[in-house]
T-cell receptor, first 114, second 114 residues
Framework: DQQVKQNSPSLSVQEGRISILNCDYT??????FLWYKKYPAEGPTFLIS?????DKNEDGRFTVFLNKSAKHLSLHIVPSQPGDSAVYFC?????????????FGQGTRLTINP | KAGVTQTPRYLIKTRGQQVTLSCSPI?????VSWYQQTPGQGLQFLFE???????NKGNFPGRFSGRQFSNSRSEMNVSTLELGDSALYLC?????????????FGNGTRLTVT
């Protein structure tokens, strides 16, 4: 039962253009959402997050949008840069007995072409 | 501030053996979580420890176990290894393991079972 899904295993975008990564979830109990970025041979690093009380959060070139009714979130990167080439994981969090439980999607490999 | 440290980086084991992986969290972080990453499956949650107590557990068989010591360092053990256990095992720490507290990941231990 994949509660968090990233349906695009890979995405290729030209440098300078916008990259849009998508994520869908099924559990309405999720109320906090995060994006992580992973380079080969390294652990994932936290990128940006959004609470369910918001529909948009922006941090520099990165913006996350949340559509609760559609149970969908997206990450926009603009403009895309070669260093953005990595695997991106979305994650959804719920509070269970005071502890955070984080569920990750399968990841989307983003390639930025010069 | 030192990041999350995982040892060893690489391991090769034979089916039926057991293995122990180690994780040292960021200083001051009391929550340690373990994840398994395999191609196409994303990051699968194994378990989370907080103050030496297991707070959350994923859907893995009992062959997977862990513990946390009083200094917050954590170990994960896998007994009776199977070929399907080959994966990247990631450890992550957070300050309190509480709601909306981003995880900080180590670079992982790559386990290969032959």
């Amino acid at each position: 039962d994949q509660q968090v899904k990233q349906n695009s295993p890979s995405l290729s975008v030209q440098e300078g253009r916008i990259s849009i990564l998508n994520c869908d979830y099924t559990n309405s109990m999720f109320d906090y959402f995060l994006w992580y970025k992973k380079y080969p041979a390294e652990g994932p690093t936290f990128l940006i997050s959004i609470s369910s009380i918001k529909d948009k959060n922006e941090d520099g070139r990165f913006t996350v949008f949340l559509n609760k009714s559609a149970k969908h979130l997206s990450l926009h990167i603009v403009p895309s840069q070669p260093g953005d080439s990595a695997v991106y994981f979305c994650a959804a969090s719920s509070l269970i007995q005071g502890a955070q439980k984080l569920v990750f999607g399968q990841g989307t490999r983003l390639t930025i072409n010069p | 501030k030192a990041g999350v440290t995982q040892t060893p980086r690489y391991l090769i084991k034979t089916r039926g053996q057991q293995v122990t992986l180690s994780c040292s969290p960021i200083s001051g972080h009391r929550s340690v979580s373990w994840y398994q990453q395999t191609p196409g499956q994303g990051l699968q949650f194994l378990f989370e420890y907080f103050s030496e107590t297991q707070r959350n557990k994923g859907n893995f068989p009992g062959r997977f176990s862990g513990r946390q010591f009083s200094n917050s360092r954590s170990e994960m053990n896998v007994s009776t290894l199977e070929l399907g256990d080959s994966a990247l095992y990631l450890c992550a720490s957070s300050l309190l393991g509480s709601y909306n507290s981003p995880l900080h990941f180590g670079n992982g231990t790559r386990l290969t079972v032959t």
